[in-house]
């Protein structure tokens, strides 16, 4: 997590100290976007509300008296831009996107639980979040902040604009409702469920609000089997000590080469659901949204413009990608403060309409980020601008005759040759290092997988190279469930991997691949310095978000981890889950039309090189999410995935 700056910091960017707004910008992004995160819960608000804040900021810096005091205006700010923004969802329902809905594939409770790795107590409590109210949600942003030593009760009490009394008073209401909440999720996620609590919420929909908050609790009290769920809470303010600050999202970090457009001239923004006022000449990159100001106007890709005077530089979800992979970056911000002129420049990463921008080259006469090596020459998609590629110039090539992209993974399940076939898939892996009790049918591919450290030997590797011609690396090894393995025990094991001479792809993380210091990036990172080789990407995701938005962000996922290595993509793993709610799977037919919007992507994406279902059977426990409950039956989604490719 960045160090928050110093006041000279403050000072300095007041005065237009370009690298001075960079810093302060990427040192604060994490404080705005955990108060707003948890304020508006994962709402596909959260993006729009951090960049109105930074922008605005950054607009009024010169204006700040007291550069000692900025943390507290900055939070100030922040809240007035949540209150805002709940007015106007409040004033104009139609005109806005339903509160329920939570950000494309992750809420922010899920990212909470992920980035923060909590357990036990500590994940009750931020999955009891979800249910409280709105007010207690934004009073909560900031009191989980005084709790783990980020903000000061002087701080809270500014930014409420009450007095301590009164914010004393707000605080004890809002914790005797976190506490209501905890009990309530302990209720519903009893290993034994209780039968009359079943009947309570017979008719509940999933979504957590006040009035089943209420209901549930109520039962709770009366009930002999859920009363032992009020008993042995430990005080929300000895769990939350050191879990303040949600990391980023992958992609949301001060990049590399931050140039702001500063002076009077064009504007330039990159942002969502907001009207472009500028002096100049108003640029509107965006989607339905009109720039105004004297001068010419454009729509440039998806998004919308923001307010900007003079030269504005803000670029947002150009570079966002993964779970709440929307919230924008440090580089959205650095065109408000002063400066000299700047223009702004967006490439695609092929040469399809629509594709998401694959760089951004600032023209401010210094040097542009170059590639660390040559892009492979397997794909023909444009070479970004990466600082994890890795060294070597031995990368294996893609076999003259390549399978077709579509595969998926495998298990042990009656008439698996059948399904293979029926599905249409060009290759198929079984995380195993050979397929001899898994035999496909002619003509579809086997890829073996060195799992984890157990499988590096001598033995297993002569397997896999007799197996097949392409190499996948380890499964998730940063996960403790899965391969469990750091950086540097991967790097140690990766030349075993080298030798067995096949093509190979990277271990394949269970998120964050496109994460500036991830595990996949330190190991990326790692390989370009030890001189290894790493033939193509593997990816994993899985997304909450069971509607229509899903496609977007895995895609985005997809393209912002490419633009990081500038690799072949391989997506090994992909699908529908809330792993941390109800329902845990979507419907049938959210997962159809989830997979024909993904699996059009892929396809048309040149640098995705293959990817792959989880998993082919629906039988057991994967029912809820397989592609074929025998050789020839497949379910809705199964048929979907037939009919892709």
Known sequence: MPE?????????????DQAAVDRLIAGYLPLVYTIVGRALEGHTDVDDVVQDTMLRVLRNLADLRDPEAFRSWLVAITVRQVRERVRLRRGAPDALVDADIRDPGADFTDLAITRLELSGQRRETAEATRWLDEDN????SLWWLEASGELTRDEIVTALGVTRQHAAVRVQRMKGQLETARVVVRALAAPRPCPDLRLVVGDWDGHPTALWRKRIARHTR???????????????????????????????????SIAAAHGGGPAV????????????????????AAGHGGGQSAALGQGAAVKGGGHAAALGKVIAGGVARRVLTAVLAAGAVAGGGAAVALRHSDDRPG???????????????RPSSPAPSVTSASAPATTGAPARRTTRKAPAAVAAKKGVGVWKFPG??????????????????????????????????????????????????????????????????????????ALELWPRLERTGLRLGSPAVAYGGDAPGGWLDRFMSGAKAQGRRVDFITLHWY???????AVGHFLSYVDAVHRRYGLPIWVTEFGLANFGGSPKYPTGAQQAAFIRGSTAGLQARRYVERYAWFGLPAVGDSADFGLYRNGSTPTEAGKAYRAAG
């Open 137 to 140: 949600r934004e009073l909560l």
């Open 416 to 489: 698996l040759s059948g399904a293979l076939g029926d599905v249409g898939a060009g290759w198929y892996y079984n995380w195993a290092p050979d397929n001899a009790d898994m035999r496909g049918p002619a003509g579809v591919e086997y890829v073996p997988m060195i799992w984890g450290r157990a499988a590096v030997t001598d033995a297993t590797l002569a397997r896999a190279r007799r197996a097949g011609r392409v190499l996948l690396g380890f499964n998730e090894p940063d996960l403790p469930a899965q391969a469990n393995l750091t950086v540097e025990q």
């Open 222 to 256: 009366d009930c002999p089997h859920c009363a032992p769920a009020w008993s042995g809470l430990v005080a929300a303010e000895r769990l939350l000590v050191g879990m303040a600050l949600v990391p980023l999202p992958p992609a949301a970090t001060l990049g590399p």
């Open 269 to 288: 923004a990159w942002g969502k659901g907001v009207a472009g006022q500028g002096g100049g000449h108003p640029v509107a990159v965006g989607k339905g």
């Open 543 to 549: 997304g909450s978000d069971f509607g229509p938005a």
């Open 4 to 16: 928050q700056p110093d006041t000279a910091t403050v000072l300095a960017a007041r005065a237009g």
């Open 355 to 369: 594709t998401p921008p694959a760089a951004v080259a600032f023209a401010t006469g210094a040097p542009q980020p």
